[in-house]
């Protein structure tokens, strides 16, 4: 079985992303030093979850205009 570096790279970046996202939920207190409550975790969560989706968006259109510059 053939495995991209593609889906290489996306399982990569998956597990970063999951890391990231667990490091977020499991902290106690953020970089300046406030108590993390549950309002904030999501509220990081969400900024991390769109800075994700904006680089998966960015990498499936490069992605398509390779593969539509390739035919």
């Not at 902290?27 to 969400?46: C, H, Y």
Request: glycine content about 8%; overall charge positive; hydrophobic content about 60%.
């Amino acid at each position: 079985m053939k495995v991209s570096g593609w889906k290489v790279f996306q399982i990569i970046q998956f597990i970063i992303f999951a890391g990231v996202s667990i490091f977020l939920f499991v902290r106690q207190v953020d970089g300046s030093g406030a108590e993390n409550t549950l309002d904030v975790k999501l509220i990081s969560f969400a900024v991390w979850l769109g800075f994700y989706l904006f680089l998966l968006a960015l990498e499936y259109g490069i992605r398509f205009l390779c593969v539509i510059r390739k035919k």
